[in-house]
């Protein structure tokens, strides 16, 4: 089985990044949360098959498309341990923090999620500063 992770965003339906900037709220009363776009998305391998007649693909981009139909589901031989991904975004000029919320698995139904298999921790790697943060993520449809 392969592992299936899809990113959503807090806010607009498109993107899968959000960033609280300092001192932007009305008034300066505190920070607001910036949607950023995700225009760009690599990975070391993506699924591809063709098991309904037509080519069905996992593509990385998939991760940002708010559609919990849809994943980037890589592709290599094994369980995925040292796959990864790589999202570029619109500029962050400004920010202090980053927030990435992730939807794990595939989550198009709840027989798919249960059928396919979950990222059960992983490493995020902010670029070009490499500050480096693992999470643990929930196993969990819907969230």
Not at 16 to 29: E, F, H, K, N
Not at 63 to 71: K, M
Not at 81 to 106: D, E, F, P
């Amino acid at each position: 089985m392969k592992r299936s992770i899809a990113l959503r965003s807090a806010l607009a339906p498109l993107a899968a990044l959000s960033c609280v900037l300092p001192g932007t709220a009305l008034g300066g009363a505190g920070p607001v949360e910036r949607r950023l776009h995700v225009g760009q998305a690599e990975a070391s391998s993506y699924d591809k098959n063709d098991w309904n007649r037509f080519e069905e693909n996992y593509l990385p981009l998939y991760v940002a498309d708010d559609d919990p139909a849809t994943a980037w589901t890589e592709g290599a031989e094994g369980d995925g341990v040292g796959q990864w991904l790589r999202l570029h975004h619109s500029t962050m000029k400004g920010a202090t923090r980053v927030r990435l919320r992730i939807r794990n698995g595939y989550q198009k139904s709840p027989k798919l999620f249960a059928a396919n298999v979950r990222a059960r921790r992983v490493s995020f790697k902010l670029l070009p500063g490499g500050a480096t943060v693992e999470r643990e993520l929930s196993d969990t449809q819907g969230s």
